[in-house]
């Protein structure tokens, strides 16, 4: 299903349509949406250096890591994006979004700044200004995509950054500008949701034609954080994660599709999500050294006990006694005789109406000894 | 100096990781940042260096502290391996408020981590700042100014490969929404430090837990991934403090 996603943006939107757009959310309880964008820009590279995409290169806009981070990371799959032809840039909103080292620099404060690579194709000095950072995207995207017609991809890191900076309207805004150019192939962006009012999240959303959202396997139970079951639920949801991905189609119909996203050491690994998992997920049962769960056979024997007196529900009246003999009692008693097969039976009178069934009294509590 | 379950939590040192402490009115995580400041000073081969922005006490206030844990601030102020900013007193010199006064802290910063980096034998410096809350006092309450702040410090990190650790109080903000600036150091943090009292509440022999969250992946010598959060209990001495599982008693 993620490969699915990488499809579709390598194969871009039709002629006269919009870029397809991925949103990739997640919150502080399973933060794996940063691995999930690496993963994604991955496999676009390798499409793309593989000549399958009708795309020429990668825009990246990068806000909360490091350009640096993006040049090791890509090194580490086996891109080179320093010495190779170029086919991707970075827009560099991370070294100096707000111009800070800059003015510092000018007064005389620090010495010097970033000297960059050539991967960083420039540095974005005002991340306010969005109708810059607009134009700076499409003038690095041209370069890429070389002649008119040529495509590229771009990919934001993150969005959540940029609304620190501006309003939720310019940034919606800028992803329907980049959407609507006919260069941009495809586009794709990172969001902490939990970030955010509600409102803004879903005005992204409602930009993106591809919502890939990144939940926890299971929440811990509420109490204590010593609570080891709650410690390796924690563990397990920094390494683990529903990726949750939901379509819609351009007949308006909207697919949802799950697997199970795992982070290793060499990448993010996605799978078909496994039932068991949330069978155990799904179990409140501390662990403990004695078994507080029932068997197949003890559940079994339980349903076929029969519970004594009133307690059996087959239909008869309660009767209680009141210490004289009526003539319905003896006809029961003579009805009951003649039915009788022999066997034992305990007829049981409660004794009065006041005594509650099952009582926990003593009946030996009034002797005086 | 030898491991105790912080520091093996912590991992082997590794620069260039973002630490955020978070602590509450119940259980302070200022002995955190003793300890840590102690283990940054702690290098033999004196390659580190200490920037420490103090939004919160004094020098003399973790001199006394840390002398009594075996380490002398004022050796390691007098020898340039630390460089301690006391913000009490450059604010009011200062008479800047707002962005002009963080900016032109960072550019403090910046300065000082150039001329260490460039003096020979320095490798690697700590930035730690005591506390953020504090920090957003001097930003007259804009959460938003003091990220931009904290931004320009991670990108210490990127550029000079510095380490930064922040302590922020958990419960000084509403609790109503998460607030951003929490929920963003969380997010940007490496390692997240928690201290909090015990759930059963005060208690003479443990004085409360660290959850020490460590996001790198980390393998062990066969190959299997090494856990990534621990807990436990800590009792916090006169010289020193004692980590511990719970329900092991340390004698």
Not at chain 1, 155 to 169: F, G, Q
Not at chain 2, 133 to 138: K, R
Not at chain 2, 185 to 192: G, N, P, Q, R, T
Request: proline fraction near 3%; charged fraction near 25%.
């Amino acid at each position: 299903m993620a490969e699915w996603i990488c499809r579709t943006l390598r194969d871009g939107g039709l002629e006269g349509e919009h870029a397809p757009a991925l949103i990739i959310k997640d919150t502080i309880r399973c933060p794996l949406s940063s691995f999930v964008f690496d993963h994604v820009l991955s496999q676009l590279s390798s499409f793309i250096l593989s000549n399958k995409s009708q795309s020429k290169g990668i825009v990246l806009v990068a806000l909360s890591r490091s350009p640096l981070y993006y040049q090791q990371f890509l090194k580490s799959k086996g891109y080179d994006v320093v010495d190779s032809p170029c086919w991707i840039k970075a827009l560099d909103c991370y070294s100096d979004p707000l111009g800070w080292k800059s003015k510092l620099v000018e007064s005389g404060s620090i010495l010097n700044r970033d000297p960059g690579s050539s991967f960083t194709s420039s540095l974005c000095k005002n991340v306010r200004d969005l109708d810059n950072l607009f134009s700076s995207i499409i003038e690095i995207g041209k370069e890429l995509a070389g002649d008119g017609k040529g495509r590229f991809v771009v990919a934001i890191d993150s969005v959540s950054e940029m609304l620190r900076h501006t309003t939720v309207s310019s940034v919606a805004a800028l992803l329907s500008n980049l959407r609507s150019h006919d260069q941009v192939c495809c586009l794709f962006w990172l969001l902490h949701s939990d970030l955010h009012e509600t409102r803004a999240t879903a005005a992204l959303e409602y930009m993106s034609s591809m919502q890939a959202s990144v939940e926890p396997m299971a929440l811990p139970a509420n109490g204590q954080i010593g609570n080891s079951m709650n410690l390796s639920l924690m563990e397990q949801n920094y390494r683990r994660g529903k990726f949750c991905v939901r379509v819609k189609r351009r007949n308006g119909r909207v697919r949802m599709m799950f697997e199970e996203l795992c982070v290793e050491i060499s990448g993010v690994k996605f799978a078909p999500v496994s039932s068991e998992d949330n069978v155990i997920s799904q179990s409140l049962v501390p662990k403990v050294q004695f078994n507080l769960q029932l068997s197949e056979k003890e559940l079994n024997d339980r349903a076929k006990v029969v519970l004594p007196f009133e307690h059996q529900d087959n239909g008869k009246t309660t009767q209680i006694y009141d210490g004289r003999k009526s003539l319905n009692e003896d006809e029961t008693e003579i009805h009951e005789k003649v039915n009788s097969s022999g066997k034992g039976e305990i007829i049981y009178f409660r004794d009065s109406d006041d005594e509650m069934p099952d009582s926990d009294e003593d009946p030996d509590d009034d002797l005086d000894i | 100096m030898s491991m105790n379950l912080l520091d093996e939590a912590l991992g082997g040192g590794g620069g260039g990781r973002v630490i955020l402490i978070e602590d509450c009115v119940e259980t302070s995580g200022a002995f955190v940042v003793h300890h840590l400041l102690k283990r940054s000073l702690s290098n033999p081969h004196s390659s580190d260096v200490v920037v420490f922005l103090s939004f919160a006490n004094p020098f003399s206030h973790y001199d006394r502290i840390l002398r009594k844990m075996g380490c002398n601030l004022v050796i390691q102020r007098d020898n340039k391996r630390l460089l301690f900013f006391d913000m009490l007193m450059l604010k009011r010199a200062d008479g800047k408020k707002g962005e002009e006064l963080l900016l032109a802290l960072y550019g403090e910063v910046q300065k000082a981590v150039e001329v260490c980096l460039s003096r020979e034998g320095i490798q690697h410096i700590t930035l730690i700042i005591d506390d953020i809350s504090l920090v957003e006092v001097d930003a007259n309450g804009s959460s938003n100014l003091v990220l931009d702040f904290l931004h320009y410090c991670y990108t210490l990190t990127a550029q000079f490969g510095c380490s930064l650790i922040t302590l922020n109080h958990e419960d000084v903000y509403s609790t109503v929404d998460r607030p951003a600036l929490l929920l963003q150091s969380e997010y940007l943090a490496d390692v997240v430090i928690k201290a909090e009292p015990l759930a059963t509440g005060l208690a003479a022999d443990v004085h409360g837990q660290l959850t020490v969250v460590n996001k790198g992946l980390r393998l062990d010598g066969s190959g299997n991934s090494i856990s990534r959060i621990r807990n436990f209990h800590f009792k916090i001495k006169e010289t020193s403090v004692d980590y511990f599982y719970p329900g092991s008693q340390l004698k």
